[in-house]
């Protein structure tokens, strides 16, 4: 199993301009989830999805949108990159998210995504 | 006050003390909980999930004070491979995360 995979690895955008990060997962999860990580700051959650088909805002979901067509994939859109949008961003999948058991995230290697 | 509060640290410590990091959370309707191990620019990996009891892996111990709302991971014989930031992960309909604690442990 190759578990939860990301591309690409980096990136480097100009401002403005558009790009789509894709994550897949083979572990069969239901949930998957989209973070970004900032120097000296936690993980936020920026989308994430239930199921195939669905979608839900995070914390920080403003100048991203995501999809969820196919249960094992999860693609995070920035329309138009802006520097505020630089950061390091994970992909995670659990196979539930609620409080019982069975769910713990597993995280992908990352992406990192400079905005010139 | 945000929902997971951790000491950043760093922690630095000789090879095979014993060191315990904190973490308090303030829903206390909060039902899961993890320690993930964070290495520098890479993801985060799930080290342990804590239970109501208390649990062991090997040197590492995890232990949840649901009274006083916090979890709490022991690490006894720091190795140098223990390095890392440790994250602290509660659930509570969705997942928060602390922003980690930074361990340097030195030969």
């Known amino acids: 199993n190759a578990g939860v995979t990301q591309t690409p690895k980096f990136r480097v955008l100009k401002t403005g301009q558009s790009m789509t990060l894709l994550c897949a997962q083979d572990?069969?999860?239901?949930?998957m989830y989209w973070y970004r990580q900032d120097p000296g700051m936690g993980l936020r959650l920026i989308h994430y999805s239930v199921g195939e088909g669905t979608t839900a805002k995070g914390e920080v979901p403003d100048g991203y949108n995501v999809s969820r067509l196919k249960k094992q994939n999860f693609l995070l859109g920035l329309e138009s990159a802006a520097p505020s949008q630089t950061s390091v961003y994970f992909c995670a999948s659990s196979f539930f998210g609620g409080g019982g058991g069975h769910n713990e995230q597993f995280f992908g290697p990352g992406t990192r995504l400079t905005v010139l | 006050r945000k929902e997971v509060e951790q000491d950043p640290g760093p922690f630095n410590v000789p090879e095979g003390a014993t060191v315990a990091f904190n973490c308090t959370y303030s829903?206390?309707?909060?039902?899961?909980f993890f320690w993930y191990r964070q290495d520098c620019r890479k993801e985060p990996k799930l080290l342990m999930s804590?239970?109501?009891s208390g649990n062991e892996d090997g040197r590492f111990t995890a232990q949840l004070n649901r009274a006083s709302q916090y979890i709490s991971l022991l690490i006894r014989d720091s190795k140098l491979s223990d390095s890392a930031t440790y994250l602290c992960?509660?659930?509570?309909?969705?997942?928060?995360f602390g922003s980690g604690t930074k361990l340097n442990v030195k030969p």
């Open positions: 829903n206390s309707a909060s039902q899961s």
């Open positions: 804590v239970y109501s």
């Open positions: 572990m069969n999860h239901e949930y």
């Open positions: 992960v509660v659930n509570f309909n969705k997942f928060y």
